[in-house]
């Protein structure tokens, strides 16, 4: 099992920044595949990134393709997402995600066990 606590949220204008990070505990994260999601008020969740055990691959929605980049260290138990050219369009909360296995349906929310309680991002045009 594993327990994720995200961080880094906030509130930031159209073209800035924003770095998330996401906190696992347990000493086995490098056997789960991550993943993260976000959803806007109303709107249903929506897969954003995932990333493979080792790092070695990552999959991004279209988008946030060319702007946000997922990243682990499986040494201090993190994941991230750099957020760069935000737009008020990226405006909700991100959750990160964890399942054993890499899901081949990686961008269902469905195929993730774990889940952490999500980080508020607003971004103002």
């Known amino acids: 099992q594993v327990q994720l606590v995200e961080s880094g949220g906030g509130l930031v204008q159209a073209g800035g920044s924003l770095r998330l990070s996401c906190a696992a505990s347990?000493?086995?994260?490098?056997?789960?595949?991550m993943g993260w999601f976000r959803q806007a008020p109303g709107k249903e969740r929506e897969f954003v990134a995932a990333?493979?055990?080792?790092?070695?691959?990552?999959y991004y929605s279209d988008s946030v393709k060319g702007r946000f980049t997922v990243s682990r260290d499986n040494i201090k138990n993190m994941v991230y997402l750099q957020m760069d050219s935000l737009k008020p369009g990226d405006t909700a909360v991100y959750y990160c995600?964890?399942?054993?296995?890499?899901?081949?349906?990686?961008?269902?929310?469905?195929?993730?066990?774990?889940w952490g309680q999500g980080t508020q991002v607003t971004v103002s045009s």
């Open positions: 995600a964890a399942n054993q296995a890499f899901p081949s349906r990686y961008a269902s929310s469905v195929e993730y066990d774990y």
């Open positions: 347990g000493r086995t994260f490098s056997r789960y595949a």
């Open positions: 990333i493979t055990r080792s790092g070695g691959s990552t």
